[in-house]
T-cell receptor
Framework: AQTVTQSQPEMSVQEAETVTLSCTYD???????LFWYKQPPSRQMILVIR??????QNATENRFSVNFQKAAKSFSLKISDSQLGDAAMYFC?????????????FGKGTHLIIQP | AAGVIQSPRHLIKEKRETATLKCYPI?????VYWYQQGPGQDPQFLIS???????DKGSIPDRFSAQQFSDYHSELNMSSLELGDSALYFC????????????????????FGPGTRLLVL
């Protein structure tokens, strides 16, 4: 069984500052993907960033970057220069890359508040 | 770019009624997934289909069934609805098999539709 844990139910950051959201996971598989999805008040699930477990290089997408520590099973998301539009629920998710159409395992989410 | 389309966007049903949710994946995507998200909860995986065959099964109740059609769209059928079925139902799609040159990095990434909000009264 796979599990994903987000230990921060809520985080708050000043606009233009940097914030880091934590995620730890557990899996017995060696090949997997990790994702961060953003869910704003509209409740649309929006892909933020993706990391393949076999890649040592941390993924980056503009202001979003991850710190992937495979041995520690940690996958944190760093948001730089926070903007009001970043306010949302952020879900960390794990996907086994066994070649089938497996479902994502999500964490409970972190509610990110951006203070102007 | 085209996204995942779900219909209807909102649905109100009475207890014990039946509901059908539809999902149209991103063009060329061969895999469809269904998720259920209750209020204040994370999405829970229900079921997936790859090339019209059921691929993986999560916590889908026996009252629910789903299928993927020849044009890759999928339908989730929900019978004997209960109050607890009130939730946001997401469909997601991905490119799982093969893929075009240059698509490798995007394979198995699930892109979500806007969801169907189901309210059971």
């Amino acid at each position: 069984a796979q599990t994903v844990t987000q230990s921060q139910p809520e985080m708050s950051v000043q606009e233009a500052e940097t914030v880091t959201l934590s995620c730890t996971y557990d899996t017995s598989e060696s090949d997997y993907y990790l994702f961060w999805y953003k869910q704003p008040p509209s409740r649309q699930m929006i892909l933020v960033i993706r990391q393949e477990a076999y890649k040592q290089q941390n993924a980056t997408e503009n202001r979003f970057s991850v710190n992937f520590q495979k041995a520690a099973k940690s996958f944190s998301l760093k948001i730089s220069d926070s903007q009001l539009g970043d306010a949302a629920m952020y879900f960390c998710a794990l996907l086994y890359s066994g070649g089938g159409a497996d479902g994502l395992t999500f964490g409970k989410g972190t509610h990110l508040i951006i203070q102007p | 770019a085209a996204g995942v389309i779900q219909s209807p966007r909102h649905l109100i049903k009475e207890k014990r009624e039946t509901a059908t949710l539809k999902c149209y994946p991103i063009p060329r995507h061969d895999t469809v997934y269904w998720y259920q998200q209750g209020p204040g909860q994370d999405p829970q995986f229900l079921i997936s289909f790859y090339e019209k065959m059921q691929s993986d099964k999560g916590s889908i109740p026996d009252r629910f069934s789903a299928q993927q059609f020849s044009d890759y769209h999928s339908e989730l059928n929900m019978s004997s609805l209960e109050l607890g079925d009130s939730a946001l139902y997401f469909c997601a799609s991905s490119l799982t098999g093969g893929g075009l040159a240059g698509d490798t990095g995007l394979q198995e990434t699930q892109y979500f539709g806007p969801g169907t909000r189901l309210l059971v009264l």
